[in-house]
């Protein structure tokens, strides 16, 4: 059974800082995915990451994969008051038939504090 | 209008009733899921349709009845559902393997308390 651990699950940062959330996961994949949760909505997709060493880079954000490893990792630059959110990786199993099975961690609950 | 769209956003039920989510994706996709989205809990796969074939079960009570009667529509029926059954439900779509990068589209949700 695929298993995804996020840590820290509760981070509060203050403005300007930096810091690095981890994503592990316990069988072998070569896709994850980061989503960002904000309260009362639904999962925006961040980054798409599709083979060992990729990293994707979005404004204050960027993420990377090391299949080798089975880690992820967030990394947040400089942050700001609107990167307070709840972010989510998952981990692709696939199902028969072709289809997505996405397995989620439990969430790194973000808040930058002025 | 948004990809993928979910009613009603917000539902109260008795144990007794039965009730349906509705799931309509616009993104042309053809797999749509079903998830469960708890406090302090991950979120957990219900179901999953894939050409309008259901694919994957994750031992779900039979209270929760899935229908996907089109590739752009998917329901969840619900009947003689207990209190912890209140959650966040979210539904999500995706291409079919192979001509996409596996990325899930969520709806905003149906949040459900059962009384």
């Known amino acids: 059974e695929l298993k995804v651990e996020q840590n820290p699950l509760f981070l509060s940062m203050q403005e300007g800082k930096n810091y690095t959330i981890y994503c592990n996961y316990s069988?072998?994949?070569?896709?994850l995915y980061w989503y960002r949760q904000d309260p009362g909505k639904s999962l925006e997709s961040l980054f798409v990451l599709l083979s060992n060493g990729a990293v994707k880079q979005e404004g204050r954000l960027m993420a990377s994969l090391d299949t080798k490893a089975r880690l992820s990792t967030l990394h947040i630059t400089a942050a700001v008051h609107d990167l307070s959110a709840t972010y989510f990786c998952a981990v692709d199993m696939h199902t028969q038939g072709g289809s997505e099975k996405l397995v989620f961690g439990k969430g790194t609950k973000l808040t930058v504090n002025p | 209008e948004t990809g993928v769209t979910q009613t009603p956003r917000h539902l109260v039920m008795g144990m007794t009733n039965k009730k349906s989510l509705k799931c309509e994706q616009h993104l042309g996709h053809n797999a749509m899921y079903w998830y469960k989205q708890s406090a302090k809990k991950p979120l957990e796969l219900m179901f999953v349709?894939?050409?309008?074939?259901?694919?994957e079960n994750n031992s779900v009570p039979s209270r929760f009845s899935p229908e996907c009667p089109n590739s752009s529509h998917l329901f969840l029926h619900l009947h003689t559902l207990q209190p912890e059954d209140s959650a966040l439900y979210l539904c999500a779509s995706s291409p079919r393997q192979g001509g996409g990068t596996g990325e899930l589209f969520f709806g905003e949700g149906s949040r459900l308390t059962v009384l």
């Open positions: 349709y894939s050409l309008e074939e259901r694919v």
């Open positions: 069988t072998t994949s070569d896709r």
